[in-house]
């Protein structure tokens, strides 16, 4: 089946400080999506790529599109504390099936 | 607009008893959606709905697991018999249509199996 590789797996950084993190893939894939996913709930959406090379913000995030179509960024710009959590991306293949999740990106943000 | 809503939120069972957990997706959702989530992975999907039907159902454990949706609306999973390692979150998600790629959430079940 197809597999996607996020790293890195964790990261502990300070308040302020800037975070990028990626995920490739084994195939292509045709949306590529971001989640953040706090301590008893479910995984919240963050951003959505539709297009290859896209580069889409959400406020201080910002994720890209990979122009192979296998691969996404995603940065976080000027960290809080708040955005403590897992980061998962998600890719859907060209068949407009099922999500593929990567196994996640736990962030601590030291104040 | 409500969200996902999913009950309970926490069960602790024995291994070889049943458990079944129960879904309300969003209002008009037409797709369903269950996901497994072990701890330090990312969620694993078992089964998929459109309106009642089941879509995609090629990694649900069929000897022990199942799940409906009978009217298009709630659905329920049920695990029967528990095994340890179906010790997971199971996470409920939905979207308006197949094909788009913003599945929404619920907060999850946590199952301990003892």
């Known amino acids: 089946g197809q597999q996607l590789n996020q790293s890195p797996q964790s990261m502990f950084i300070q308040e302020g400080e800037d975070v990028s993190m990626n995920c490739t893939s084994s195939?292509?894939?045709?949306?590529w999506l971001w989640y953040k996913q706090e301590p008893g709930e479910g995984p919240v959406l963050l951003i959505a790529?539709?297009?290859?090379?896209e580069l889409t913000s959400n406020g201080r995030l910002t994720a890209q599109f990979g122009i192979t179509r296998k691969d996404s960024f995603l940065n976080i710009s000027a960290s809080i504390p708040s955005d403590v959590g897992i980061y998962f991306c998600a890719g859907q293949d060209v068949g407009y099936s099922t999500l593929t999740f990567g196994k996640g990106t736990m962030l601590l943000v030291s104040p | 607009e409500a969200g996902v809503a999913q009950s309970p939120r926490y069960k602790i069972i024995e291994k070889r008893q049943s458990v079944a957990f129960w879904c309300n997706p969003i209002?008009?959702?037409?797709?369903l959606y269950w996901y497994q989530q072990i701890l330090g992975q990312g969620p694993k999907l078992l089964i998929q709905?459109?309106?009642?039907?089941?879509?995609?159902d090629s990694q649900l454990p069929k000897d022990r697991f199942s799940a409906e949706r009978l009217k298009g609306v709630d659905s329920t999973l049920k695990i029967q018999p528990a095994k340890l390692e179906d010790s997971a979150v199971y996470l409920c998600?939905?979207?308006?249509?197949?094909?788009?790629?913003?599945?929404?959430f619920g907060p999850g079940t946590r199952l301990l199996v003892l």
């Open positions: 790529l539709y297009k290859a090379g």
């Open positions: 195939s292509i894939f045709n949306t």
């Open positions: 998600a939905s979207s308006l249509n197949r094909g788009t790629g913003t599945q929404y």
């Open positions: 209002s008009g959702h037409a797709t």
């Open positions: 709905f459109q309106n009642n039907g089941v879509v995609d």
